[in-house]
């Protein structure tokens, strides 16, 4: 009887933890390739946090923003967090996207080099390896040389992979600098490389990493959206104040060995200079930056505004829902 009784508790705990897995609500949400930050890009979606709002938020990884953009705009996805340099591309042109939020407006992003190369004006005439045009690795890279007042079409910028592929390429002497996560600068020395420029000594102005949505779900679906950025804001501060969770989330969903000091670096980074914002705030300035930035480098038209991809209501709602727990 004794073992009887255990079985149907048994059966009654796992009923019960069916029942509560089915009546959250499934989120799709996007995220680049996970690295040594992804503790920060995932903790929002573990337990404790996504489905104390009701939610099932599903963190699905793509090699480059320009990925995610698509999913997004094409219903694949509900939002991804990403460099806004694309959707802000992609709506100068009609795509009904908003950014709802900047939990990273930090850029924790560099330029790796071979150390024969001390500056950026040394660059003219070589090749820097980007990824697809109007992402942050592309337009990164471009920032960069225009702020040591060289001419765009004084460097050749080729398509060249993923982070880790860029800088494969470079210490193979195939191209001769890529952008990357500053995260690999513990991994650059091994590859006969160093690290030339950092973003925040050069380009400060620029934002790592804004959360998109498309604007029908705004519009549609506000408590939807609501739940899920307060989900976010609850995970990103648990993040920032838990550094061994998160190292510890890092390396699970990077794959990354013991060894590899990379989710460290990037966290004493975020730390050190306040790259991470749970707030989420939207800096218009910045935005107005980039937007200028998009328009020297060609990919859009001078003149668009960026207050009209950006949509704080959502944000507020969210705060509501953290303020009535």
Same mark, same amino acid.
């Given at each position: ?47 404790g ?17 320009? /990925?995610?953009? =698509? %999913? ?7 939002? !991804? #967090?990403? $460099?806004p340099?694309?959707?802000? +591309? ?33 660059l ?59 995260e ?22 620029y934002?790592?990493?804004? /959360?998109?949505? =498309? %604007? ?7 408590? !939807? #959206?609501? $739940?899920?950025?307060?989900?976010? +804001? ?15 989330l ?7 060995p013991e060894?590899d ?5 990037i966290y ?10 749970p ?19 060609g990919n ?19 705060k ?6």
């Amino acid at each position: 009887m004794k073992m009887l009784a255990g079985l149907t508790v048994t059966a009654v705990l796992a009923t019960t933890a069916l029942a509560h897995a089915q009546s959250l609500e499934p989120f799709r949400y996007g995220t680049v390739a996970t690295k040594g930050d992804a503790g920060f890009v995932y903790m929002a979606a573990e337990d404790g946090f996504d489905d104390s709002f009701g939610l099932d938020i599903d963190v699905q990884s793509f090699k480059g923003d320009s /990925i995610l953009l =698509r %999913g997004l705009l094409a219903g694949e996805l509900d939002a !991804y #967090i990403g $460099n806004p340099g694309g959707p802000m +591309i992609a709506a100068s042109k009609g795509a009904d996207i908003k950014i709802i939020g900047c939990p990273w407006p930090g850029l924790t992003y560099a330029l790796f080099t071979k150390p024969d190369i001390t500056s950026v004006e040394q660059l003219v005439g070589g090749t820097i390896g980007v990824s697809a045009p109007g992402s942050l690795p592309d337009l990164f890279s471009r920032a960069v040389v225009k702020s040591a007042g060289i001419p765009l079409e004084d460097v050749n910028f080729t398509v060249a992979g993923s982070d880790a592929e860029r800088v494969a390429a470079v210490s193979a002497d195939l191209i001769t600098a890529a952008p990357s996560s500053s995260e690999f600068n513990a991994k650059a020395p091994d590859l006969g490389l160093h690290m030339l420029v950092h973003a925040r000594d050069v380009v400060p102005e620029y934002v790592r990493f804004c /959360i998109m949505t =498309r %604007g029908d779900i705004v519009r549609d679906r506000p408590e !939807y #959206i609501a $739940n899920f950025l307060a989900a976010q +804001i609850k995970g990103f501060s648990y993040a920032l104040e838990n550094k061994d969770a998160t190292l510890a989330l890092s390396y699970e969903k990077a794959e990354l060995p013991e060894t590899d000091q990379a989710p460290v670096l990037i966290y004493e980074e975020v730390i050190e200079n306040n790259a991470v914002n749970p707030e989420m705030t939207v800096e218009i300035d910045k935005l107005e930056w980039l937007s200028g930035l998009l328009a020297e480098t060609g990919n859009m038209d001078a003149g668009y505004d960026p207050t009209a991809i950006v949509d704080t209501s959502v944000l507020e709602n969210a705060k509501a829902l953290l303020a009535a727990q």
